[in-house]
Nanobody, 125 residues
C-alpha cells in the first residue's frame, strides 16, 4: 500500500526558508508524477508545484515561481520542496501527492491517487 509522509514544516519569519520532504513507501516513486499542494482552512486546495517521474520537468504556480523548487530522489523514494523568500501568504498546510498522470496534478483534478497527511507551514510577518 502506497503511503506518503511529509515533514519539515514549521514556523519561520518572512524572508526565511524551509525545506519540506515527502517520503514515499509501498511502491517505487519513480512510477509517479509527484506534486505539492497547500490549503488554508476555509479555502480550496491550491496547486503549488509538480515534477515528472524523472525529475527533468518541473511546474510551478505563478505565486511561488522563482522562490520554490521541487525535486526528487527516486533512489531514496523522496520528494522535496525547497521554499525560499517565504511570505505570510505562504502559510498553509502543505500536502504531498502522487499520481500516474501529471495532468491530474497540474489541473488539481480529483481523484488524485495518493495524498500525504500534510505538514503545517506558518510564516510570520
Amino acid at each position: 500500500q502506497v503511503q506518503l509522509g511529509e515533514s519539515g514544516g514549521g514556523l519561520v519569519q518572512a524572508g526565511g526558508s524551509l525545506r519540506l520532504s515527502c517520503a514515499f513507501s509501498g511502491s517505487s516513486v519513480g512510477a509517479y508524477a509527484m506534486g505539492w499542494f497547500r490549503q488554508v482552512p476555509g479555502e480550496e486546495r491550491e496547486f503549488v508545484a509538480a515534477v515528472n517521474w524523472s525529475g527533468e520537468n518541473t511546474y510551478y504556480a505563478d505565486s511561488v515561481k522563482g522562490r520554490f523548487t521541487i525535486s526528487r530522489d527516486n533512489a531514496k523514494n523522496m520528494v522535496y520542496l525547497q521554499m525560499n523568500s517565504l511570505k505570510p501568504e505562504d502559510t498553509a498546510v502543505y500536502y504531498c501527492a502522487a499520481d500516474g498522470r501529471m495532468s491530474k496534478l497540474l489541473l488539481n483534478d480529483e481523484p488524485i491517487k495518493f495524498w500525504g497527511q500534510g505538514t503545517q507551514v506558518t510564516v510570520s510577518s
